[in-house]
């Protein structure tokens, strides 16, 4: 068993390494050029395998995480939703996967908030990480269903809603580096690079509405 986890371990890390530099080339290159949706395709593929990866390992004995099996599922929900966002370029209109994507995230969220506001007062550990990471995809999922409603309303919101997911799935890529490569876990490792992240995302966001 230990070895095929450790197997499991080896493919998840080369999977989030190739998320890890190709998002990085990604944002250093052009946005819409040949190099960026190359670089976009090849994170969106090894951030997603290496998420589906990290779920049954999560799951396996000594290596139970109920907290990561869960970021797992919400680094699946920003690739894939940041991704479809581009489809409202030309289509504004919200299907039924994009619905069940964000209801997903919503449900999962409030999960997250839950136990982090049982394990307040359990004195549970992560309790701080699963709120805080709880809170950051009810604003996502809630964000979803107001531009399913009024798609054209807002001006180039496919643009913002890819940038921002992309850019929120690159960080989970940049944490998991941090924990499980530099081996640096505490709060602050958690949340610092989200943080950053949101920074860059609101930059964009404003450069956009301009």
């Known amino acids: 068993m230990e070895d095929t986890i450790k197997i499991l371990i080896y493919i998840h890390a080369f999977f989030g390494g190739m998320g890890l530099i190709t998002g990085i ?16 395709k090849l994170f ?8 589906l990866i990290s779920l049954p390992i999560s799951c396996m004995p000594n290596h139970e995480n109920l907290f990561l099996f869960l970021i797992g599922l919400f680094t699946i929900y920003l690739v894939i939703s940041g991704r479809r966002a581009l489809k409202f370029k030309t289509n504004q209109k919200a299907d039924y996967l994009d619905k069940i994507l964000s209801i997903s995230m919503l449900v999962f969220s409030l999960i ?8 307040l007062f ?18 996502l999922s809630v964000n979803d269903m107001r531009f399913y409603k009024h798609p054209k309303k807002a001006k180039n919101g496919w643009l913002r809603s890819h940038i ?9 890529s940049f944490t ?3 924990i499980a490569g530099l081996g640096i876990s505490n709060i602050v490792s958690w949340t610092l690079p989200t943080l950053l992240g949101t920074v860059y995302i609101l930059y964009w966001k404003r450069k956009l509405m301009k």
């Open 122 to 139: 359990g004195q549970i550990t992560n309790s701080i990480l699963f709120l805080f990471f709880g809170a950051f995809g009810l604003l």
């Open 112 to 119: 997250m908030i839950f136990i982090g506001v049982y394990g």
């Open 164 to 172: 921002g997911k992309m850019i929120g799935a690159l960080i989970a």
């Open 176 to 178: 998991a580096f941090i």
């Open 44 to 51: 969106s593929v090894g951030m997603i395998c290496s998420s």
């Open 25 to 40: 080339g990604s944002i250093i290159v052009k946005k819409g050029s040949t190099p960026h949706k190359l670089f976009g």
